[in-house]
């Protein structure tokens, strides 16, 4: 179906209308329409209604300020169209349908719009109301008090441009201009706004303010400042009555030391409760610590956050950065400050001296205690622990130890052939300078070292050590010295006689290609071969 496009105009209006091609196009309604737009606007027009006087005490014609001026005194009152305006004093203008009044000058329109000033400039043909000094507009359950103001009775709106303050329930509402629409209920404010309720106070570029929702808009720099936070955005809502907002644009929330950015947050002041999408980061401004995520929320009293969805966590202290990766992260915080992280599902952790990687990690800041469960791998320098489960203790930023169990091992590599290694039930690593200088092995401990010569260096003997438990110290990556519990039982073999087979214990696994190199690779997981 093609379809045709007509453009008509003035003088080809009616060679369309004797054309019956077009005729069939066009319903007698459109064809009325078309020529009525023709027509001058002034047939059309409503002629306006003139001004009424109803009463006053006395009435003067005074020829100084016109042929058809009157001067009104005492008690003046006038009706213009449904509206209703009294003063002590007035001047009339009939042939320009335009009144001047002073004094006690009130305008009343139906039932609910009052509006008070010491004078008043009234047009009746255009019906602009223009009322100076001490302005009061009173509109149901608000008022607006102003110096100047100019209300358009056809278009019911109000303008005020040399400040102005709203009174509404428990907010009171300032800025340098605003309007107030009487149809909608609703004030604008611009420029250098400030909303003061008693929980907070709303300080924004432009603000719309519905008197029926008591839900405030803004739009341009907002802050909204309360003894618990402290909020920013660019776009936003806040819903007075019922205590929740919505921010967008750049928008923060702090909290304490706590900071929550969002692309958008939801907040609900009830139960300070705050939910941010996309792009969402919390920010401790103490501790230097910050979570990332695309979904989170925050609990302000007491602190608990959860973040999800691409979760990344930086700690940055001694000008060293931590970062940690995982599915889901909350943090929560007690009284005291003490700061408990759980980090759920593909957790990988990069520090430069230390690399880990597990299901799940529990950190507690009051313990110093780092908690891995599931397969826990944890590299620090060139020593790979693992377990079923590992628990380590620091001191600062630095292990202090580790305790590993079930299935404790430990691996220290001499070079890319040979390792020495350390097994048992139950490990007790301790660490010096973020070495491993002494380990407690538990039940069925088995240990497999290299000897070297200690002039030229080179590996002379491998020696494989059998024990229920035992305790091994170790200086520069060598085995200086071993204590054995019970039941001893060891062999030590030339290193030419050791065959490829026998230079690893049983269950040995080196994972240096899943080990994350970079703060990027904690992204990747890699599965265990």
Request: proline share 3%; net charge negative; aromatic share 16%.
């Amino acid at each position: 179906m093609i379809k045709e496009y007509i453009y008509i105009t003035s003088d080809n209006i009616f060679h369309y209308l004797q054309n019956p091609r077009y005729l069939t196009f066009m319903c007698l309604a459109s064809v009325i329409l078309v020529i009525i737009s023709f027509l001058p606007a002034k047939s059309f027009a409503q002629t306006p209604k003139k001004v009424e006087i109803i009463r006053a005490n006395s009435l003067e014609f005074d020829e100084r300020l016109g042929i058809n001026a009157k001067r009104l005194l005492g008690n003046v009152v006038f009706k213009h169209e449904e509206a209703f305006m009294f003063c002590d004093s007035a001047y009339f203008y009939d042939a320009e349908n335009f009144v001047e009044a002073f004094s006690n000058v009130r305008i009343i329109q139906g039932d609910s719009l009052l509006l008070f000033g010491q004078k008043l400039l009234y047009n009746g043909n255009t019906r602009l109301a223009q009322m100076r000094n001490v302005v009061k507009l009173i509109h149901y359950d608000s008022f607006l008090l102003t110096d100047s103001l100019d209300y358009d009775r056809g278009t019911e709106i109000g303008y005020y441009f040399n400040g102005g303050t709203i009174y509404h329930e428990d907010n009171v509402l300032s800025s340098l201009r605003g309007y107030y629409h009487s149809l909608e209920n609703t004030y604008y404010a611009v420029d250098s706004v400030e909303m003061v309720n008693p929980q907070y106070t709303i300080y924004s570029d432009t603000l719309k303010y519905d008197t029926e929702t008591a839900i405030s808009y803004f739009f341009g720099p907002t802050h909204i400042v309360s003894d618990s936070n402290i909020i920013y955005c660019e776009i936003g809502y806040y819903d007075t009555e019922n205590d929740v907002a919505g921010f967008w644009e750049n928008a923060w929330l702090e909290s304490g030391h706590n900071l929550l950015k969002g692309d958008s947050i939801y907040y609900d002041r009830k139960i300070r409760f705050g939910e941010a999408f996309e792009n969402v980061s919390i920010y401790d401004t103490v501790e230097n610590f910050t979570a990332y995520g695309n979904y989170g929320y925050y609990y302000e009293s007491p602190h608990f956050a959860m973040l999800t969805d691409s979760v990344w966590v930086v700690h940055v202290a001694d000008e060293d950065s931590l970062f940690l990766s995982s599915d889901t992260v909350y943090i929560s915080v007690d009284t005291l400050d003490n700061k408990l992280i759980r980090a759920f599902y593909k957790v990988q952790v990069f520090k430069s001296d230390i690399q880990a990687r597990c299901d799940s990690l529990i950190y507690s800041s009051a313990d110093s205690l780092a908690e891995m469960y599931v397969n826990p791998i944890v590299w620090l320098e060139g020593t790979q622990l693992t377990a079923d489960f590992m628990s380590m203790h620091f001191i600062g930023n630095d292990p202090d130890y580790a305790v590993l169990e079930p299935n404790a091992f430990v691996i220290e590599p001499i070079d890319s052939v040979y390792f020495n290694q350390i097994k048992g039930e139950k490990l007790i690593a301790f660490f010096k300078d973020k070495e491993l200088y002494k380990a407690d092995i538990y039940n069925n401990s088995e240990t497999l070292y290299f000897l070297e010569d200690e002039e030229t260096k080179e590996l002379i003997a491998k020696n494989k050590a059998i024990s229920t438990n035992m305790t091994i110290y170790i200086k520069d990556k060598q085995f200086e010295k071993i204590w054995f519990y019970e039941k001893p039982d060891g062999q030590t073999f030339p290193i030419d006689d050791v065959l490829p087979e026998q230079l690893t214990l049983r269950y040995f696994v080196w994972y240096e290609k899943i080990r994350p190199k970079s703060k990027k690779d904690i992204f990747i997981w890699l599965p265990i071969e």
